[in-house]
């Protein structure tokens, strides 16, 4: 099912949670709404599901307006952060929950239940365990047993906020790669929250990256990462460094590097770096930064090098961060107070507000 | 160095405190507590058996006992919906005024009963408010049951409201939400969801209503009139009696009062002890 949401405002007595928000979700994509805490991406969640309702706008599913639908009505299935399983009945009737509350005229038979409860478990790996009660289940048990509730009503989408927040680094690793090929075998659309950038560039077709109530920017993962289209995409996706730049007639004057920047007016300017995207170079070689190495740190096969690039036109010495494979660069000195030049290999100017 | 063992616990004391606090608290139980109401149960039966039972089947004694039987039926049910449908308010929704509602419950607990007793004299008292309307409409609240449990509802309705609400805002509403994303009906969701997880907060301020309505006598004593065998309450009753110089007859009743508390503690005790890994369980997580 393909989800619409058209100019969605919502405020929270003064505080605006979304303002103006345009989103597409194809039918059986993957997405990820990605930002920081406040970035106003639960809200944006709680909409689609009709558990919380936008001031205005719209939310369509397939075309038609659901607004004003209530959430038992939308026939989504919703997983919460901290799973919000009914402690005080077992697994298996946690997940028949959705089919038991039906009106007896659209409720399957009990054996029906009992047959779609064991698929599930069978589904979310965890057979055999429909007879204990949520509290004796880890933390990733229980967010599979959420799951399998949410799907066990056949939704149209499903919508998950944070779904693996409360899980230890390994766990979520794991969760997320299966949750990732259940999509994938089920097919159903799917929209996730989450504030771990890694998170959804790894498992999602598409990132929406939202701040402050509005998105910043959306597109497939790699493609957000590689070519981010604001400052603060660049700055809460991956290590970035900041470098202060000016800019006259087009070109960015970069520590003494020049760089073309056609879209950016004059004046003050700040040009995006990202660790790795530096290369190293002896000093002295055209197009690079000059700076001295000040330290170096060898993780594994990835050497991370600090380097002062002193002030020239700014007012301070800059401290710039590189990694570079400890193949490639053999041949240079890189002690600490060794001179080097820095050649960016993706440098990106944006106008300094 | 070899010696007399060392105490390993930082936050142990030496055994003269020790036994000296433990000491003190048992003295102050045993003088405040426990000592009253074995006299209590003493006198009842200081004249022996058949005074005792004498005292307890007389007409009037009888009466009270119903009496105060149905107040309590009366006023905890209706006590129990009220609380039950106040704390839902003001733990799951934000709305205007919810703080004032919050001080509102707390009322009864900070007027004294005397006063609660005397507001509904005020408005339904011959002279009051309502009094002449009533009066002419043949109504009678003030001198009579209805007044009776007023003012019982008026002085026990914080005691489920008071238990549940810090309870229903910790459990949060995440599982009342995902009853609803579900497909559940407000009532499904209240039923099969939120009753299941207050229920022993319920059952508490159930039981200590239920202690308090029955015994119960500031706020009934203003209202009641003391119309023996009509409009006495046991605590009223005990007090009677007491004033006639008839002790044994008062004892006897007030260790009926006595011993009806001290079931309801037995009752929450032995619920405790059946259902403790039950309740730990709906507290926790």
Redesign the interface.
């Known amino acids: 099912m393909g989800i619409d949401i058209k100019s969605v405002n919502k405020r929270f007595g003064s505080f605006e949670a979304l303002r103006d928000v345009n989103l597409s979700v194809a039918p059986g994509e993957f997405l990820a709404l990605l930002g920081p805490s406040g970035s106003g991406k639960t809200t944006l969640l709680r909409i689609i ?3 919380e309702f936008a001031d205005e706008g719209q939310v369509l599913f397939d075309g038609h307006d659901v607004s004003e639908r ?3 009505d939308r ?4 997983v ?1 952060q ?1 799973y ?6 077992t697994v298996a009737k946690n997940i028949a ?2 089919l038991e ?2 009106p007896r005229a659209s409720r399957p038979s009990r054996q029906d239940i009992d047959e779609r409860v064991q698929r599930l478990l069978q589904l979310v790996q965890l057979p055999g365990l429909g007879g204990r ?3 004796q289940l880890s933390g990733g048990q229980r967010q599979r047993v ?1 799951l399998a ?2 799907l ?2 056949e939704p149209r989408v499903l919508l998950l906020d944070e779904p693996f927040g409360a899980l230890d680094a390994k766990v979520r690793k794991e969760l997320r790669r299966w949750l990732r090929k259940l999509h994938d075998e089920m097919g159903i659309t799917t929209v996730f929250v989450t504030h771990d950038q890694e998170e959804a560039l790894e498992i999602a077709d598409r990132v929406v990256v939202m701040s402050k109530g509005v998105i910043e920017q959306v597109g497939p993962a790699q493609e957000v990462y590689d070519q981010p289209a604001t400052p603060f995409v660049y700055d809460f996706l991956g290590n970035t460094n900041r470098l202060p730049a000016s800019v006259r007639g087009g070109i960015a004057n970069v520590a003494g590097l020049l760089v073309p920047a056609p879209e950016v007016p004059d004046g003050a300017g700040i040009a995006f770096v990202r660790p790795h995207e530096f290369d190293l170079r002896p000093s002295g070689t055209y197009g690079g930064i000059e700076g001295i190495i000040s330290h170096v740190f060898a993780n594994g096969p990835i050497l991370r090098i600090e380097v002062n690039v002193p002030a020239v036109h700014v007012a301070v010495d800059l401290q710039v961060e590189v990694e570079a494979m400890r193949q490639g660069v053999d041949g240079l000195s890189l002690s600490r107070g060794a001179r080097v030049a820095l050649a960016p290999r993706n440098i990106r100017i944006f106008p300094d507000h | 160095m070899d010696g007399a063992p060392r105490s390993n616990d930082a936050t142990t004391e030496g055994p003269f405190l020790r036994l000296g606090l433990s000491g003190i608290a048992l003295l102050y139980l045993a003088l405040f507590l426990v000592l009253p109401l074995v006299a209590v149960f003493v006198e009842a039966f200081a004249k022996g058996l058949g005074p005792f039972l004498a005292a307890v089947t007389e007409p009037d004694a009888l009466s009270a006992v119903k009496l105060t039987l149905i107040v309590a039926a009366i006023s905890v049910p209706m006590n129990l919906v009220f609380g039950v449908a106040a704390a839902w308010a003001i733990a799951k929704y934000e709305f205007w005024g919810k703080s004032f509602l919050i001080t509102l419950i707390d009322l009864p607990f900070s007027v004294s009963p005397v006063i609660s007793g005397l507001v509904y004299i005020l408005l339904f008292g011959a002279q009051g408010l309502l009094g002449p309307w009533l009066y002419e409409h043949d109504i009678k609240i003030i001198f009579a049951v209805p007044g009776i449990v007023l003012a019982t509802i008026f002085v026990t309705f914080p005691f489920i409201a008071r238990e549940l609400i810090p309870l229903m805002q910790e459990q949060g509403t995440s599982e009342e939400e995902a009853a609803i994303s579900l497909g559940a009906s407000g009532w499904q969701t209240f039923r099969r969801v939120t009753l299941p997880n207050i229920r022993w907060g319920l059952l508490y301020g159930v039981l200590l209503c239920n202690a308090r309505a029955m015994g119960e006598f500031g706020a009934v004593s203003v209202v009641s009139g003391h119309v023996r065998g009509l409009t006495n309450t046991m605590p009223l009753h005990v007090e009677i009696l007491y004033n006639e110089y008839n002790f044994t007859a008062s004892f006897a009743v007030a260790s009926l009062l006595a011993l009806l508390a001290l079931v309801t503690l037995i009752l929450k005790s032995v619920l405790e002890w059946r259902y403790g890994d039950e309740i730990a369980a709906s507290a926790r997580h």
Do not use: E, N, W
Request: cysteine-free; hydrophobic content about 55%.
């Open positions: 599901a009709g558990l209530s959430v038992r026939h989504v299935g919703f919460f901290h919000a399983l009914f402690k005080h009945i929950f959705g509350v039906r009660y949520p509290t959420a509730r949410a066990a009503i």
